[in-house]
T-cell receptor, first 112, second 113 residues
Framework: NAGVTQTPKFQVLKTGQSMTLQCAQD?????MYWYRQDPGMGLRLIYY???????DKGEVPNGYNVSRLNKREFSLRLESAAPSQTSVYFC???????????FGPGTRLTVL | AQSVTQLDSHVSVSEGTPVLLRCNYS??????LFWYVQHPNKGLQLLLK??????LVKGINGFEAEFKKSETSFHLTKPSAHMSDAAEYFC???????????FGTGTRLKVLA
């Protein structure tokens, strides 16, 4: 089992460009999450999907959109990237909302 | 509201000596608590979790943590540090009702030879 996979691993964007971060899990989990990690701030929740067909905002949703494509896949889209979105992005999944989360390897995004 | 405080941003220990990483939480109910480890340029790996069963929780790689409700603490310990333990460690508490994770700001552990 690959667990949680994320693509791409690295990305550099110019201000105003758009891109989609991809996440997939092969553990048959119901819940999926997107976080960003900034120095000295731990991880902060951007959006989550408690189950297929539902998405909800987390702590820092502004500037992002998500799509729960199916049970396996949960993508994060930046419509118009800003330098403040330079960060490391982690996707995670859990069997249900009450269970422990498993994390992907991360995507390091730089916005110039 | 729930919150979690990791009391040390950096900890240095010598190889073979004990490790103590401190975490305090605030919660108005019985929370679930977790410790995760992040090695450089890697994702987060679950070390251990507390979910209202035994107060002393054993995790992977010789780590353990004790839930102390009276002190609102969940400190992570290991009897003998190994070089491979050098990493960043995150304490996490779940938010009441939603089960969403609230992360501490992390403790970077350095292990000296």
């Amino acid at each position: 089992n690959a667990g949680v996979t994320q693509t791409p691993k690295f990305q550099v964007l110019k201000t105003g460009q758009s891109m989609t971060l991809q996440c997939a899990q092969d553990m048959n989990h119901n819940s999926m999450y997107w976080y960003r990690q900034d120095p000295g701030m731990g991880l902060r929740l951007i959006y989550y999907s408690a189950s297929e067909g539902t998405t909800d905002k987390g702590e820092v949703p502004n500037g992002y959109n998500v799509s729960r494509l199916n049970k396996r896949e949960f993508s994060l889209r930046l419509e118009s990237a800003a330098p403040s979105q330079t960060s490391v992005y982690f996707c995670a999944s859990s069997r249900t909302e009450r269970d422990e989360q498993f994390f992907g390897p991360g995507t390091r995004l730089t916005v110039l | 509201a729930q919150s979690v405080t990791q009391l040390d941003s950096h900890v240095s220990v010598s190889e073979g000596t004990p490790v103590l990483l401190r975490c305090n939480y605030s919660s108005s109910y019985s929370p679930s608590l977790f410790w995760y480890v992040q090695h450089p340029n890697k994702g987060l790996q679950l070390l251990l979790k507390y979910t209202s069963a035994a107060t002393l929780v054993k995790g992977i790689n010789g780590f353990e943590a004790e839930f102390k409700k009276s002190e609102t603490s969940f400190h992570l310990t290991k009897p003998s540090a190994h070089m491979s333990d050098a990493a960043e460690y995150f304490c996490v508490v779940t938010e009441a009702g939603t089960y969403k994770y609230i992360f501490g700001t992390g403790t970077r552990l350095k292990v000296l030879a």
